[in-house]
C-alpha cells in the first residue's frame, strides 16, 4: 500500500506556472503507474497526465498537452507536475493517483490510491 500527499496548489494569474508534487510514503512509488487528475465542482474527475514506472512514457489530456509536463524520481519517491501557460480552465482540485497496473489507463477505477487534492486557481 501507499499514501500520497500533493502539495504546490496555489493562486497564480493566467500566463503563468505552477509545479506540483506529489509524496508517496509505504510501498516504494517505482512499483505504481501514477497519474494526475483533476476535478472542478459539479464535474467528474478527469485524467489530466499519466507515468509508467520508469518514467519512460508519458501521457496527456489533449486540453494540457503542450504546456503541462509529469515526471517522476523514483530514488525520492516523487511525482510532479510542472503547469505553464495557465488558463482560467484549468481550475481545479489536483489529485495524484497510483494504480497497480502495468500501462497508462485514463480511467479513475484503473487507480488504486488517491492523494487528498490540491487546489489549484487561476485568475483571468
Known amino acids: 500500500q501507499v499514501q500520497l500527499v500533493e502539495s504546490g496548489g496555489g493562486l497564480v494569474q493566467a500566463g503563468g506556472s505552477l509545479r506540483l508534487s506529489c509524496a508517496a510514503s509505504?510501498?516504494?512509488?517505482?512499483?505504481?503507474?501514477m497519474g494526475w487528475f483533476r476535478q472542478v465542482p459539479g464535474k467528474e474527475r478527469e485524467f489530466v497526465a499519466g507515468?509508467?514506472?520508469?518514467?519512460?512514457?508519458?501521457y496527456y489530456a489533449d486540453s494540457v498537452k503542450g504546456r503541462f509536463t509529469i515526471a517522476r524520481d523514483n530514488a525520492k519517491n516523487t511525482l510532479f507536475l510542472q503547469m505553464n501557460s495557465l488558463k482560467p480552465e484549468d481550475t481545479a482540485v489536483y489529485y495524484c493517483a497510483a494504480s497497480n497496473g502495468v500501462v497508462v489507463r485514463t480511467l479513475l477505477r484503473s487507480y488504486d490510491y488517491w492523494g487528498q487534492g490540491t487546489q489549484v486557481t487561476v485568475s483571468s
Open positions: 507515468i509508467t514506472r520508469s518514467g519512460g512514457s508519458t
Open positions: 509505504g510501498r516504494t512509488a517505482s512499483n505504481y503507474v
